[in-house]
């Protein structure tokens, strides 16, 4: 369960604080899926970062399964993030210097060399993902939707809880675009995910059974 209530972020001007985000609140159980859309600069990507704990809110209270990642301190929140939190974002932010293999194994890595039930489950997603051939190949030999879909597999490696995507079709071809949000709806229904996507595409948003959009600082359901 995701809980965000009344949260409010804003940022000290010379002017005064400027608000982004005020009066947010959320209830969000597993297998719920939702979108967010609205203008550039109208705050969508600053929540999804609260969401996934990469910022904190001025005000107003978040938990998650019960914890307030915002009471633990910088290593304890890190070690909450990387469990219970998936990232897709619009850039795939793969490392070069590793094979798609590796960059999926990453998450796992701050808790040592990945067991054999790791590397089985790493082998599993890239199939899922239709890059079981590709998986000792490295960025640079990939197409831009093999790059988000080895994305994908890293986000999903350690079975999170909330899975939060930023434009993760944003850079890529229709044909591409379509066949990474399949795979998003596809995993997400059988790993039983929150799926929060902030996303421009209409075609997308539509796809998730609960559409918002962000107006005048708040989140407004359609």
Do not use: W
């Given at each position: 369960?995701?809980?965000?209530?009344?949260?409010r972020k804003?940022?000290?001007?010379?002017?005064?604080?400027?608000?982004?985000?005020e009066?947010?609140?959320l209830?969000?159980?597993?297998g719920d899926?939702?979108?967010?859309?609205g203008?550039?600069?109208?705050?969508?990507s600053?929540?999804?970062y609260i969401?996934?704990?990469?910022?904190?809110?001025?005000?107003?209270?978040?938990?998650?399964e019960?914890t307030?990642?915002?009471?633990?301190?910088?290593?304890?929140?890190?070690?909450?993030?990387?469990?219970?939190?998936?990232?897709l974002?619009?850039?795939?932010?793969?490392?070069?210097?590793?094979?798609?293999?590796?960059?999926?194994?990453?998450?796992?890595?701050?808790?040592g060399?990945?067991?054999?039930?790791?590397?089985?489950?790493?082998?599993k997603?890239?199939?899922?993902?239709g890059?079981?051939?590709?998986?000792?190949?490295?960025?640079a030999?990939?197409?831009?939707?093999?790059?988000?879909?080895?994305a994908?597999?890293?986000?999903?490696?350690?079975?999170?809880?909330?899975?939060?995507?930023?434009?993760?079709?944003?850079n890529?071809?229709?044909?591409?675009?379509?066949?990474?949000?399949?795979l998003?709806?596809?995993?997400?229904?059988?790993?039983?995910?929150?799926?929060?996507?902030?996303?421009h595409?209409?075609?997308?948003?539509?796809?998730?059974?609960?559409?918002y959009?962000?107006?005048?600082?708040r989140?407004?359901?359609?």
């Amino acid at each position: 369960m995701l809980q965000a209530t009344d949260l409010r972020k804003e940022y000290a001007t010379a002017a005064g604080p400027l608000v982004v985000l005020e009066g947010i609140s959320l209830d969000l159980a597993r297998g719920d899926a939702l979108s967010i859309m609205g203008p550039s600069g109208s705050g969508k990507s600053t929540l999804l970062y609260i969401l996934g704990t990469l910022d904190q809110p001025t005000s107003g209270r978040l938990t998650l399964e019960g914890t307030d990642p915002f009471s633990l301190n910088e290593n304890q929140q890190a070690q909450f993030r990387n469990k219970h939190i998936g990232f897709l974002f619009q850039d795939h932010c793969l490392l070069p210097q590793l094979s798609v293999m590796e960059n999926v194994l990453t998450p796992v890595l701050v808790d040592g060399p990945p067991d054999d039930a790791t590397r089985k489950r790493a082998e599993k997603l890239l199939d899922q993902v239709g890059l079981s051939k590709r998986a000792h190949h490295r960025p640079a030999e990939l197409s831009g939707g093999e790059k988000q879909r080895t994305a994908l597999a890293r986000a999903l490696i350690r079975e999170p809880l909330l899975l939060l995507c930023d434009e993760p079709t944003g850079n890529l071809d229709r044909r591409s675009a379509d066949s990474v949000a399949d795979l998003l709806l596809e995993l997400h229904k059988a790993q039983r995910t929150i799926l929060v996507v902030v996303t421009h595409s209409p075609d997308l948003a539509g796809r998730l059974p609960r559409r918002y959009e962000m107006l005048d600082r708040r989140l407004k359901e359609r």
